[in-house]
């Protein structure tokens, strides 16, 4: 069975008790009949949570799942191993909107340096098989995302939430006072549909200004 220890700043949800057994269960299983293993590996699994603990985390990025390209995914939405090129489609499409808003972007797509200032880059679906997206969308993993976003709307945070999975979830932020910013995804199929020209990063950076809070460096890791 996968080695799936839970984020110690995390573990209070009830998902690691009541659900992750089985889905690790499942998992085991898959890997059997499947003669492979899932993306990313058991240590990367959770890695977007273990970079942002619930305190910490000021801006919450909804992805869909892992990158099933072997070698690409890494445990948090979005990003890839730095040494990844081409990027893929919907990760350069961010950049083309960071480029559009700040003049830069990133060096490489390890988005790594998002997370250390507080930006949790969470998939609905924590694991994928190589080649196989969205085969593990349905295994269970959505509840541990419904979780985490009632946990963190306890206090006001930036949301953003791209295309219509993500957009789903909104329902589990509850309260006052966040910053909720929902757009077409950034993928070549949609993000012409209105997430060119929406402006999240800045967005959301001048928000943490007017709350008092420290902006975040979308583009250069220092």
């Not at 058991?42 to 909804?62: E, H, N, R, S, W």
């Not at 999240?200 to 979308?218: E, H, M, Q, V, Y």
Request: aromatic share 8%; hydrophobic share 40%.
């Amino acid at each position: 069975m996968p080695d799936l220890t839970p984020p110690a700043t995390w573990q209070h949800l009830p998902f690691f008790v009541q659900d992750l057994p089985q889905i690790a269960a499942d998992l085991a299983q898959s890997a059997q009949l499947n003669d492979q293993g899932h993306l990313p590996p058991a240590g990367q699994v959770f890695a977007a949570l273990d970079a942002c603990a619930p305190a910490q985390t000021k801006v919450v990025i909804l992805g869909q799942d892992p990158y099933p390209t072997p070698g690409h995914a890494h445990g948090l939405a979005f990003s890839v191993e730095p040494d990844v090129r081409p990027l893929p489609r919907s990760l350069q499409n961010i950049y083309k909107e960071l480029d559009a808003e700040f003049g830069a972007v990133p060096p490489n797509g390890d988005l790594h340096f998002w997370a250390e200032q507080g930006v949790l880059l969470l998939n609905t679906a924590l694991t994928v098989l190589p080649g196989q997206a969205g085969v593990h969308a349905k295994l269970g993993w959505a509840e541990l995302t419904r979780q985490v976003l009632a946990d963190l709307s306890q206090s006001p945070r930036a949301f953003l939430l791209w295309g219509n999975h993500a957009q789903g979830f909104a329902k589990h932020i509850t309260g006052d006072n966040h910053l909720i910013l929902t757009s077409a995804h950034p993928s070549p199929l949609s993000a012409r549909r209105g997430f060119f020209g929406s402006r999240p990063f800045s967005r959301i950076n001048a928000w943490l200004k007017a709350n008092g809070d420290t902006p975040i460096n979308w583009t250069t890791p220092t």
